[in-house]
């Protein structure tokens, strides 16, 4: 069974959770020792940031892991992982490059 409203199956769906109000999601990037880069999303407000770093993983075919409201992806998808949480249906708006 998937969404009406973004098309993906319900237990990927986050439209309910999208539209918070307050939310600001900070996508950058961070170098790490040994010059290994990550990419750290954060500001998720009342989400289920697990099932978000699921999704980015499978479409980044990356590694990475989330603890309360931050993910650490490895590797440097800080344009990519905007356009992905707008295809899953976060506001444009809401989210902050830096
Ligand atoms: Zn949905």
Redesign the pocket.
Known sequence: MN?P????PEEL???DEMTREGQRIRVRSDKRRYGKVVTLVDGFKDVDVHKIAKELKRRLACGGTSKNDKIELQGDHVRKVKDILTSM?FSEDMIDVL
Not at 5 to 8: E, H, N
Request: hydrophobic fraction near 20%.
């Open positions: 969404c409203r973004c098309g993906l769906c986050v439209c249906g």
